[in-house]
């Protein structure tokens, strides 16, 4: 056991001389974390609609006036022609274009039933939908007053509809950088696990280095928990780094206990090891290891469920989602930061990761005896 | 038996389906110098990889001081020093950190064993906190040394360990590796330096994965009874050429000052070549019989493989 020691002071020794780790561990979390969680946000703060109003009625502007009034749609001018409007859609500088026909009010006063044309970007189908969804609103709203014949100001006096009221509970702002901040605190997490810890063991392959520990009395095992021992510190460390920054930084909160969100931290770096442990093996180059890290590491994260709800994914991918650790850590982190889930709630993710993590870490072990010799 | 260091028998290794060592058998008595000789790829790297445990022979045993490398490899690593072809300590740790983290992997410290490497490690010591990667080449062959002498190994398995080293560290080191001998150490090493041949003990010759030769330099050098010619001449690239054309010559190398020729089964007088060289007008040349070295046996012994053409210039 002091040859693990021996091992692991030697690794941080080796970590703090180099010009690329020290940034690696203190610089790129700090990016990560501020640019990427205010860089990634879904929210839609401002929809620029093209108006063609053809019908320039009392109705028509009312209509409008809805729109202007919600603090989403902005309308900056009106166009005559529907094919302007449509340029200015083409070109990407608004979001929507609102088309009011002629004869919208005549049909209404009718009771024929008139139509708007709304034409979405829907280029990211998300904004699409919401975009969709917010102008949905403000139409029935509109429709609401006409078939009761109220305006806001004298309602109650007109028939009883049922209202939808809600709240947004856990993230009452809805601030997407609360949602976003333990999902990147993971990727960091996993970088220093997965990706340094495979391109240092390799690295010593490279280096032939492992050839001469090989023909000294450190055995596999000690070589591999020298290896893993200092990285799962430098994880635990950044955890508690990003927590520390996220609240000081954007005010995330950590509802739950913060043993339990190191706890569910430990047992993942765990499992990342593992994975880094078993790229390494496979690979005998620098190169090789750093792109398999990324592939992996880029189809664990974007099926994670960072950027996207893991539910809204086709049955096959959240099958596949079993097997991805992210998504694991990201709903466990999510839970007790946000939630304030307990141990009970949490533990069947957390025993999961603990075997998924037992299997990867005692496999790569074994095949890591098997491949090198001795 | 006691006195064996290392005993080989028919070990065979093969990567891919190529065979690398074909049924190696050899010796090495304690508190020798034995060198293996040969050319890249002749399997030299192999075989110490397999001496010092870090690979498996396909066939065939080999024992270290008495202990089968396979089954004992863990007491095999314990009394070996093994300095592996290219320079893989921590570059970017220093010479005193490599040293101390070494010694104490094997549970030892630096200055317990300070006496057997103090020859060596007096030449690093200026150096001590530099980082190893920044060395010279002959500083860093000297940290490798100390390195593998750290657990006051038995044997000393050196692999190329003077490959690309200037001439006068090669000198030091081969005064420390006397030193060591004295002190009762067995070496065996690799090169493909001639004159570091002359200066083991016994060497062994590595051809195509076999061991062509087994003896002391002097000893090889005679058991091949060559006839050797040596000429002098003020242009002796161009001597060379004309030599190779000699249809009794199979053999015509370029040495340092003078070129070698070893006549081949009809035999060759110093008057025929003095003749034949005066004819296409090489007025200037020396020609003498000579007493042939490891060097001329080893190129002989490769053109012998070889066809003629392929010779070695490089040395």
Known sequence: ?374 | MEDVAVKAEGISKAYNGHRVLENISFQIEKGEVFGFIGPDGAGKTTLFRILSSLILPEKGEAFVYGLNVVDKYRDVRNITGYVAERFSLYRDLTVEENIRFFATVFGTTLSENYDLIKDVYRNLEPFKNRRAGRLSGGMKQKLALCRALIHRPQILLLDESTTGVDAVSRREFWEMLHKLKAGGMTIALTTSYMDEAAKCDRVALLYNGRIMKTGSPDGIADSFGLDLIQVRSQRLYAVKKELEKLPSAPSVSLFGDSVHVISGEKGLSLEDIEGFLKKRGFEDTQVERSRPGIEDCFLALSRGYKKKGTDGEGY
């Open chain 1, 1 to 374: 056991m002091r040859i693990v020691w021996f091992i692991v002071e030697k690794e941080f020794r080796q970590i703090f001389r180099n010009r690329m780790m020290l940034p690696f561990i203190f610089l790129m979390p700090i990016f990560l974390l501020v640019v990427l969680v205010n860089a990634a946000t879904l929210d839609l703060r401002r929809i620029d609609v093209a108006l063609v109003d053809n019908d320039l009625s009392q109705t028509s502007l009312r209509l409008t006036g809805k729109f202007e009034a919600s603090d989403i749609f902005y309308i900056p001018r009106a166009y005559t022609s529907l094919e302007d409007a449509f340029d200015r859609l083409q070109e990407g500088s608004v979001d929507m274009v609102l088309n009011i026909p002629a004869g919208f009010e005549r049909k209404i006063l009718r009771e024929e039933g008139a139509q708007v044309q709304i034409l979405i970007d829907a280029i990211n189908a998300l904004s699409a939908g919401l975009i969709n969804y917010h102008s949905q609103a403000v139409v029935a709203d509109m429709n609401r007053e006409l078939l009761t014949g109220v305006t806001p100001e004298s309602a109650g006096a007109g028939a009883p509809a049922i209202e939808v009221s809600h709240r947004q509970w856990y993230n009452p702002e809805m601030d997407y950088r609360i949602f976003m901040y333990p999902g990147i605190l993971v990727i960091l997490v996993t970088i220093v696990g997965m990706f340094l810890t495979a391109v240092n063991i390799v690295r010593e392959k490279e280096a032939g280095t492992i050839e001469q520990l090989n023909v000294t009395p450190v055995r596999k095992y000690h070589f591999i928990m020298g290896k893993l021992i200092p990285f799962w510190i430098i994880g635990m460390f950044e955890i508690a780094f990003g927590l520390l920054f996220g609240a000081l930084l954007y005010n995330v909160p950590v509802e739950g206990s913060l043993f339990l969100v190191f706890l569910s931290g430990a047992v993942f770096l765990f499992l990342v090891l593992g994975l880094g442990l078993f790229l390494s093996i496979i690979s005998t180059r620098q190169q090789q290891v750093m792109f398999l890290t990324w592939f992996f590491m880029l189809v664990f994260i974007l099926m994670s469920g960072i950027f996207t709800p893991v539910e809204s994914m086709p049955g096959w991918a959240q099958q596949v989602n079993v097997i991805n650790p992210f998504a694991y850590l990201i709903r466990v982190f999510r839970m007790i930061m946000l939630k304030g889930a307990e141990l009970a709630e949490v533990q069947g993710d957390l025993i999961s990761m603990a075997i998924f993590a037992f299997i990867v870490l005692t496999s790569a072990t074994l095949l890591y005896r098997k491949t090198a010799a001795g």
